[in-house]
């Protein structure tokens, strides 16, 4: 069975920090890249933003300009784990984060795979 868990959302001051993790089993991990998207409040899921992503295979990775040089993204295979480092947390940064999984290099709109979201809120 697959399933992609996410964990470490949580309220947090503007200007502060978060990691999210988003642990995967049930397929060949290294076979697929890795995103975070996000649904900002009160918009359909259909909406979703994709925030970051990660190929497992060779590391390369691909972010939103909303998030460039605040939000790493990284992988640790060992643990089948991707990880989401958020820095200078702003109050547009707030919303359900998703983990999803896609055959490849690249995460498109249309993952193979969706986690269940982490909910990750902003107080000005």
């Known amino acids: 069975e697959v399933q992609l868990v996410e964990s470490g959302g949580a309220l947090v001051q503007a200007g502060g920090s978060l990691r999210l993790s988003c642990e995967a089993s049930?397929?060949?991990?290294?076979?697929?890249?890795i995103g975070w998207f996000r649904q900002a409040p009160g918009k359909a899921r259909e909406g979703v933003e994709g925030?970051?992503?990660?190929?497992?295979?060779?590391?390369?990775?691909q972010y939103a300009d909303s998030v460039k040089g605040r939000f790493t993204i990284s992988s640790d295979n060992a643990r089948n784990t991707v990880y989401l480092q958020m820095h200078n947390l702003k109050p547009e940064d707030a919303g359900v984060y998703y983990c999803?999984?896609?055959?490849?290099?690249?995460?498109?709109?249309?993952?193979?795979?969706w986690g269940q979201g982490t909910q990750v809120t902003v107080s000005s």
């Open positions: 999803a999984a896609q055959l490849g290099k690249v995460v498109t709109r249309h993952p193979d795979f």
């Open positions: 049930g397929f060949t991990f290294d076979d697929y890249a």
């Open positions: 925030v970051a992503s990660i190929s497992s295979s060779d590391g390369s990775t």
